[in-house]
């Protein structure tokens, strides 16, 4: 590999034109393929298989008008006076506007909703009146038919009275036809009085059956009173859009047009304003804000620092937004074709901007010391991108395996985002190796200060080649000496107790996305979220949508009586407000319920709540014969079940990356113990890094410096995301710092002196990557996207971390305490390992202004490695 990167090295520096050339028509490439392909990013996300997708999937089976997503839109009055009559008429035409948009199912109006409400609340109301007149009536018609049945027994007591004097008198026979007449009459009496009880008994069956319906309906009417869509000062109110697909599959263009529908209507009425809940507002984040210019501003700070010229510095800068820039349109190019989330591109750009910068810094960095050693431009840049660059190739290969290992997780839009991630990566990596060396070329000898080029010499026979990123070992007249052991282990107390602190946070990790109290607070999200929050409740932002499925279907008869046995089930439960029926299907076998939790999608009363209700399930009520099973669905379930879903997943994926960190080191550093000390520093890194997110964005601390409005769950892909990014970086700087340590000591230097030689040569360039890293993505910690912000901290805490603490602390202290022990290796397992040379040492050894290993040691350590050639 040093070898073909040299010869790509040298020709790039003799072609100059034609690889700038080429370069920039791969970018106009890829402008074009955006131009042509790119569609609508989305900040909603789905995993198949959910117990929420499962759920939503039978609702657009049985009940399809229930199982499409919703967008909340929140509408005020500016002077905080009611909505009049003529606004409320006006805004009703608006969202009747709106339901006609293609994709959507209905608009709820809220004030049509709200005088259904109080119209059903007044019939109710009325049918009370009605039903207590109806059984004061019927109580006396039964006082009426008692009373005359009183009086027939009373004739016939008489009657047979005198039935008895007549046979007493023996004139029975006599008043035998008298007598029978008036029994006749009385029995005729009593079958008429039957036949008005009967029909008295019907109508009071009749109307104790509506009493009871009515009652059942009231019923249902309190357990519903606290979802409202008008506040009851009536100065706002919460229009829902029901879109035709799922909340997962509406697109971003629907909604849009349902935006600019509403808005348009809404600014030709005077004093009312209109919000947007996040749930249908999507606000593409900025590729380059303030805080990302203010971190590339750094890290050009700290280039001229390094470099000393402002061409020098301009140059990683340069090569890495040509990078950045291919990656983010060519991977938005597809965003036509596959559904991208809106994280993706910009974790891209993050990633590429990063490394992009710091692998032309190795570059550069070699080139500039070979040239004022005397080298020849052409033959530096060759040499430089055979040495250097085989090492960032190397390096970047292992940051891209680590995010391709993404898919391994099974989570589609996560393996996405890993994909974006590895080819923004990979693309900076090839124009390290190929558009740097031209551009070096191009520049010539100006890569130097003036001073710099006045003191250069041209080589009149062999210079010592450094370590990988080209830094000598150490100064002449100035030899080095160990560290002490006390030292060393006050090091490692310290780096791994200061870590472990840090790390305590993430012990109570909770995840979740982002919900519109996480958005900046002049943005429509936030201003819908806490407009609802305010006049309606928390839960309102996020209500659950509960499916019961019946084992046999319902008689319409029975319907009410089945809805208010299930919902008050529902409503005895802890932290719910509300419960009303939202829809059953036709053939009665399925009843779907609104649940309105006592506080938001994101708290964790609600995830508490999803889980209870499904262990609710099943539930036995009286007008069903056999059991009633309950599924929860709804976008609030829907994120706690990916939240789920990736948590389960992370266990795995860290195994694969710390087995992979393993495989890679073992082969890189020929040995068991260093891969080890490396791998743990990692998971170290790891956990204080996540303890960070979780102290300020979970927790609130530092809430003010780094702009957390409302704290809250960390976003839920984070985690995962963070081991493949950390585990990348954390290896080019071991990779870096580390393959110094091991050449020095294949060359002879004792094992103690090799670990303070080798971090000598490399701590000034893993310095300035690190800092250069921790500008770029630090700049994300402030940009508007909510889900953004942490990724940037999260990964500019964690390069803070294991470059300054683990890698330049705890792992040199480490290898001191092991000794020579740190480098054993089985003779069998040597003996099966490929050797991959990542620093190009047997390169250096081909090239003809190469010295003899044992001479490089002599010059560079003044005597400290001799004697010991050919370990």
Known sequence: MAELLYRIGRGAARHVRAVIAAWLAVLVVAGVGFAVGGGTLTDSFSIPGTPTQEVTDRLADEIPEAAGGTGTVVLTTTGDEAFTDAQQQE????????????????????????????????????????????????????????????????????LDAARAQAEAAGQAEAAAPQLDAQQQQIDAGLAELETQQEQLDTSAAELEAGAEQAEQGAALLDLAAEIRVVSEDGDAAVANVVFTEDQFDVSQETKDTVIETIEDGVAEIDGVHVDFGSDISMEAPSIIGPGEVVGLVVAAIVLVVMLGTLIGAGLPILTALVGVGIAALGSLAFS??????????????????????????????????????????????????????????????????????????????????????????????????????????????????????????????????????????????????????????????????????????????????????????DSTQYQAYSTVAEEFGAGVNGPLLVVAE???????????????????????????????????????????????????????????????????????????DGEVELGVAGAASGNIDISEKLSAALPLYLAVVIGLSLVILVVVFRSLLVPLIATAGFVLSYFAALGGVVAIYQWGWLSSVFNVDSPGPVLNFLPTILVGVLFGLAMDYMLFLGSGMREAYAHGAPARLAVVQGFRAGRSVVTAAAIIMISVFGGFIFAEDAMIRPIGFALAFGVLVDAFVVRMLVVPALMHLLGGSAWWLPRWLDRILPDVDVEGAALERKHPHAEAPAERADDATSGARSGTAGR
């Open 91 to 158: 805004l009703s035409s608006v969202l009747a506007d709106a339901a006609e948009v293609d994709g959507v199912e209905t608009v709820v109006d809220p004030f049509q909703t709200e005088a259904d409400r109080e119209a059903q609340a007044a019939q109710l109301a009325e049918g009370e009146q009605q039903v207590a007149a109806g059984r004061e009536q019927l109580e006396q018609g039964q006082a009426q038919l008692d009373a005359a049945r009183e009086q027939l027994e009373q004739a016939q007591a008489q």
């Open 336 to 521: 036509g074709v596959v559904e991208m989330s809106s994280v993706t591109p910009v974790l891209g750009l993050m990633l590429g901007l990063a490394v992009g910068i710091d692998y032309a810094l190795f570059i550069v960095n070699r080139h500039r010391r070979q040239l004022k050693e005397g080298y020849d431009v052409e033959e530096s840049v060759a040499l430089a991108n055979g040495t250097s660059g085989n090492a960032v190739v190397f390096a970047g290969a292992t940051v891209v395996i680590a995010l391709l290992a993404l898919n391994v997780t099974g989570i589609p839009f996560l393996g996405l985002m890993g994909t974006v991630g590895a080819a923004s990566v990979a693309i900076a990596v090839l124009v390290a190796v190929t558009l740097t060396p031209a551009l070096l070329s191009a520049i010539g000898p100006r890569i130097l200060n003036r001073k710099e080029r006045a003191a250069l010499v041209p080589v009149h026979g062999a210079h010592a080649a450094g370590p990988v990123d080209g830094t000598p070992a150490a100064t002449a007249g100035k030899p080095l000496r160990p560290m002490s052991t006390v030292a060393a282990v006050g090091r490692v107390v310290l780096g791994v107790a200061v870590l472990g602190v840090v790390a305590i946070p993430a012990l109570d990790l909770r995840i979740n996305l982002p919900d519109g109290s996480s958005e900046p607070t």
């Open 550 to 624: 019946l084992p046999q279907p319902v008689a319409d008869d029975d319907l009410v009586a089945t809805q208010l046995a299930i919902g008050e089930q529902l409503a005895a439960q802890d932290d719910v407000v509300a419960v009303a029926p939202a829809a059953a299907s036709e053939d009665g076998t399925v009843v779907a319920f609104q649940v309105v939790p006592a506080e938001g999608p994101t708290s964790e009363s609600t995830e508490q709540l999803v889980h209870h209700l499904r262990d609710l399930s099943p539930v036995t009520v009286d007008t069903v």
